[in-house]
Antibody
Framework: QVQLVQSGAEVKKPGSSVKVSCKVS????????ISWVRQAPGQGLEWMGE????????NYAQKFQGRVAIIADELTTTAYMELSSLRSEDTAVYYC???????????????WGQGTLVTVSS | EIVLTQSPGTLSLSPGERATLSCRAS??????LAWYQQKPGQAPRLLIY???NRATGIPARFSGSGSGTDFTLTISSLEPEDFAVYFC?????????FGGGTKVEIK
């Protein structure tokens, strides 16, 4: 049984950075992509980017290009998402989500972390 | 990017009734559409992938249909645990996008 467990809530100042972790247990960490999806309070879901541990490659939504970095640590089977130059509009719950497909990215997600609330406030 | 429009915004129904949720894409996404259920304070849960395939462990009362630009999620007979928000998501074009959601509430 695959489980994704994320790090705890964060409060950040505008202009700073936040790094959220996602520990994956069960399954084969290398074979499935991990995406990050955020949800502002009372709003819908927004995909930020993904990493494919098998290939070590990350892809980002254009909106976040240059401001987000997603990495995967195979030794600890943990994925990380770092978002920089934070502004109030980045206040949201950030989810990691595991790709349904193995060895290829099919961008459908059957396992999700519990979410991490990031609050950006002065 | 592809815009997904879900309707209605809110659906008020009673347990046992049939729920029909719509998702319309701004351009064709073929059959590359998924549906998720989200309850308050929880992460989304995959229900349907590639328009009509139920994910592992999803009850048969959930079904999906459609292709191209028009898709439907049907819940044949609402159970108390089905009252939640439902999102559609396309993976046909980069970047993947989600619809704004339909809330199914108890009437």
């Amino acid at each position: 049984q695959v489980q994704l467990v994320q790090s705890g809530a964060e409060v950040k100042k505008p202009g700073s950075s936040v790094k959220v972790s996602c520990k994956v247990s069960g399954g084969n960490f290398r074979s499935n992509g991990i995406s990050w999806v955020r949800q502002a309070p009372g709003q819908g879901l927004e995909w930020m980017g993904e990493i494919f541990p098998l290939f070590g490659t990350a892809n980002y939504a254009q909106k976040f290009q240059g401001r987000v970095a997603i990495i995967a640590d195979e030794l600890t089977t943990t994925a990380y998402m770092e978002l920089s130059s934070l502004r109030s509009e980045d206040t949201a719950v950030y989810y990691c989500a595991r790709d349904l497909c193995s060895t290829t990215s099919c961008q459908m997600f059957d396992n999700w972390g519990q979410g991490t609330l990031v609050t950006v406030s002065s | 990017e592809i815009v997904l429009t879900q309707s209605p915004g809110t659906l008020s129904l009673s347990p046992g009734e049939r729920a029909t949720l719509s998702c319309r894409a701004s351009q064709s996404v073929s059959s590359y559409l998924a549906w998720y259920q989200q309850k308050p304070g929880q992460a989304p849960r995959l229900l349907i992938y590639d328009a009509s395939n139920r994910a592992t462990g999803i009850p048969a009362r959930f079904s999906g249909s459609g292709s191209g630009t028009d898709f439907t999620l049907t819940i044949s007979s609402l159970e108390p645990e089905d009252f939640a928000v439902y999102f559609c998501q396309q993976r046909s074009n980069w970047p993947l996008t989600f619809g704004g959601g339909t809330k199914v509430e108890i009437k």
